[in-house]
Nanobody
Framework: QVQLVESGGGLVQPGGSLRLSCAASGSSFSRYHMAWYRQAPGKQRELVARMTSGAVKNYADSVKGRFTISRDNAKNTVYLQMNSLKPEDTAVYYC???????????WGQGTQVTVSS
């Protein structure tokens, strides 16, 4: 069982930056593929960025060049650095952990990101 706790959301002006953090409880963090999803009002949840246990990274086209996912296995934490934020980035951002070679996955409670002037 893994518990995920996100932090770092908030209100930011267009063009600004935020860094989200997701702290995972439990052991074997390095065996989890970690990802950030987001869900805007009235829209489906979408993948924003993913980083495998082997450190392979994938990004949604809409955030490439602006967002960076990283992880610190020693701290059981995954990050999402978000730069050049746009109003369309406004959403609840969720952390996801998927255990390698299984169907097990876990979600955080979400953190609100609002980009507005």
């Amino acid at each position: 069982q893994v518990q995920l706790v996100e932090s770092g959301g908030g209100l930011v002006q267009p063009g600004g930056s935020l860094r989200l953090s997701c702290a995972a409880s439990g052991s074997s963090f390095s065996r989890y593929h970690m990802a950030w999803y987001r869900q805007a009002p009235g829209k489906q949840r979408e993948l924003v960025a993913r980083m495998t246990s082997g450190a392979v990274k994938n990004y949604a086209d809409s955030v490439k060049g602006r967002f960076t996912i990283s992880r610190d296995n020693a701290k059981n934490t995954v990050y999402l650095q978000m730069n050049s934020l746009k109003p369309e980035d406004t959403a609840v951002y969720y952390c996801n952990a998927a255990l390698m070679f299984t169907m097990q996955q876990y979600w955080g409670q979400g953190t609100q990101v609002t980009v507005s002037s």
